[in-house]
């Protein structure tokens, strides 16, 4: 089985900061790209930022700038930098993870739980 497990969500004053964490943890053989969706209320789950293993990053255009996506594949964590937060980033935020258990199997994706950032004064 694997894990994924996310902590950091909270709540915050617009313009003010967070850092979500994400690790991903047990029968591991390959963390390939990792990455963060979140989902508003009465909104689609939308990609925020991904992660390749290379490090090579892609951003959603509404966070360009103010978001920033880092991992460390010694220990399959990564973290989303959240700076100048604005009420519309408010949303569960969702990590997952694209895992190979095993040499010749199947990349499958596995997601966390989901942490809650609310952006508010």
């Known amino acids: 089985q694997v894990q994924v497990v996310e902590s950091g969500g909270g709540l915050v004053q617009p313009g003010g900061s967070l850092r979500l964490s994400c690790a991903a943890s047990?029968?591991?053989?390959?963390?390939?790209?990792m990455g963060w969706y979140r989902q508003a209320p009465g909104k689609e789950r939308e990609l925020v930022a991904r992660?390749?293993?290379?490090?090579?990053?892609k951003h959603v255009d509404s966070v360009q700038g103010r978001f920033a996506i880092s991992r460390n594949n010694a220990n399959n964590m990564v973290w989303l930098q959240m700076d100048n937060l604005k009420p519309e980033d408010t949303a569960v935020y969702y990590c997952?993870?694209?895992?190979?258990?095993?040499?010749?199997?199947?990349?499958?994706?596995?997601w966390g739980q989901g942490t809650q950032v609310t952006v508010s004064s």
């Open positions: 992660i390749t293993r290379g490090g090579n990053t």
């Open positions: 997952y993870a694209d895992v190979e258990r095993a040499l010749w199997e199947a990349t499958e994706r596995y």
């Open positions: 047990g029968s591991i053989y390959n963390c390939k790209d």
